[in-house]
């Protein structure tokens, strides 16, 4: 099992800044990649930014050039700064980590997804 607890969020004005924060505990041996995902009521949860274990990012065309996502592996972390903040950037943002996992005596692995609880980011003059 992997707990991922966020914090950082809140409420912002546009053209502001939040640094969200994420660590993970538990079994973390075998994390292979964390990231950030949002959900606005009635929409989908849709993925913000995630890095893998190389640290290759990857982010959605939304926030390119205003999101930067961040792991302090010793940590277990992972962070996301998010400026040049703008209304629709309001949503539910959940920490993510994807571990391989073994599956039983044979030693075979597969990929389990875990969730933090979210924590509210608000964009509102």
């Known amino acids: 099992q992997v707990q991922l607890v966020e914090s950082g969020g809140g409420l912002v004005q546009p053209g502001g800044s939040l640094r969200l924060s994420c660590a993970a505990s538990?079994?973390?041996?075998?994390?292979?990649?964390m990231g950030w995902y949002r959900q606005a009521p009635g929409k989908q949860r849709e993925l913000v930014a995630s890095?893998?274990?190389?640290?290759?990012?990857n982010y959605s065309d939304s926030v390119k050039g205003r999101f930067t996502i961040s792991r302090d592996n010793s940590k277990n972390a992972v962070y996301l700064q998010m400026n040049s903040l703008k209304p629709e950037d309001t949503a539910v943002y959940y920490c993510?980590?994807?571990?391989?996992?073994?599956?039983?005596?044979?030693?075979?692995?597969?990929?389990?997804?875990?969730w933090g609880q979210g924590t509210q980011v608000t964009v509102s003059s």
């Open positions: 538990g079994s973390v041996t075998g994390i292979v990649s």
């Open positions: 993510n980590a994807v571990r391989s996992e073994v599956a039983g005596p044979s030693g075979d692995t597969y990929e389990r997804d875990y």
């Open positions: 890095i893998i274990s190389s640290g290759t990012t």
